[in-house]
């Protein structure tokens, strides 16, 4: 199986200054045509919030047309900058999303990797929140399905990053996420978003990942510096690949870049001692 991960779009009104500025829904138009070229195709994206910026209905409105030649499965969460009720309005042919007015979480069930989705908004807030209701959810979930490999996503990571303005619009209490997830082993990974960087973390008994953003980064400043910096670095989206065997969930980093044509150097039976780069090959 085959899980990308796309986040952050923050797709925004049409000629308003997230397209001036840093043209969020123009990368998220090339990230839909990235996914779509993948080989193997992936099985399903994933989209882990910050889907647009204001939480508007026109901006969903834009983000579903942006979305709509994706040519797998979407899942879809809320992130700090999105307001539930509109999401659900814009994306009314989600039959997967609860549409009782409370939080966005819900389980997929139709693939070898069972994924469960968490909702860590809360409004008005940049920081993210599991409260108790939220958090008993998750175990009783985890808890029908101990033999499945799980794949557990959310916006806000549940760890500091060091980037020190991004931890101070962190997830409230990381630790009583972990203590639900240390009684869940068959957890192999929880994919993030919200920090526009990939990171890796060691995190209850898991991995913790968080995907880049489709469009902006965040400027790597590691302390003592206290700023917060875009930075347009390549996008990228994550491809969780497995299990295989006893093999966990392998997870890579697939640059949203097709400007780099693969220079094959070793055809799967002998290498290729006479082979010239394909043109547009760059050194
Ligand atoms: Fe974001
Ligand atoms: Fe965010």
């Known amino acids: 199986m085959v899980i990308a991960q796309i986040s952050d779009p923050h797709v925004s009104a049409a000629g308003g200054k997230f ?3 840093l043209a969020t829904t123009e990368h998220l138009t090339r990230a839909v045509a990235h996914l779509n070229a993948l080989r193997p195709r992936p099985d399903v994206v994933l989209l882990t919030g910050d889907l647009v910026e204001h939480g508007r209905p026109d901006e969903y409105r834009r983000l579903r047309e942006v979305l709509a030649p994706l040519a797998m499965p979407l899942f879809v969460i809320p992130g700090n900058h999105d307001d539930r009720a509109n999401l659900v309005r814009a994306f009314d042919h989600h039959a997967y999303l609860p549409r009782d007015g409370g939080f966005l979480q819900y389980t997929v069930e139709e693939w070898p ?3 469960v989705a968490l909702d860590t908004l809360v409004p008005g807030e940049s920081g993210g929140r599991l409260c108790a209701d939220r958090l008993a959810w998750l175990d009783a979930r985890l808890g029908e399905a101990p033999g499945r490999p799980t794949l557990v996503f959310m916006h806000h990571p549940p760890f500091a990053t060091r980037i020190l303005a991004m931890d101070a619009m962190g997830l409230e209490d990381p630790r009583a996420l972990a203590a639900v997830l240390r009684r869940h082993p068959h957890v192999e990974a929880v994919a993030c978003g919200h ?23 965040v400027a790597l400043d590691l302390p003592p510096e206290r700023r917060l910096a875009v930075v347009m670095e390549p996008p990228a989206c994550l491809l969780h690949v497995g299990p295989d065997g006893d093999a966990g969930l392998v997870t890579h980093v697939s640059p949203i870049d097709d400007s780099h044509p693969p220079f094959v150097v070793y055809d799967g039976e002998r290498w290729l001692a006479d082979a010239k780069p394909p043109p547009g090959f760059r050194r």
Do not use: K, N
């Not at 990939?198 to 980064?217: D, M």
């Open 113 to 115: 990797v069972r994924l």
């Open 195 to 217: 920090i526009h960087r990939t990171i890796v973390h060691r995190f209850a008994g898991t991995v913790a990942a968080v995907c880049p953003s489709t469009a902006h980064q």
């Open 19 to 21: 397209d001036r500025l």
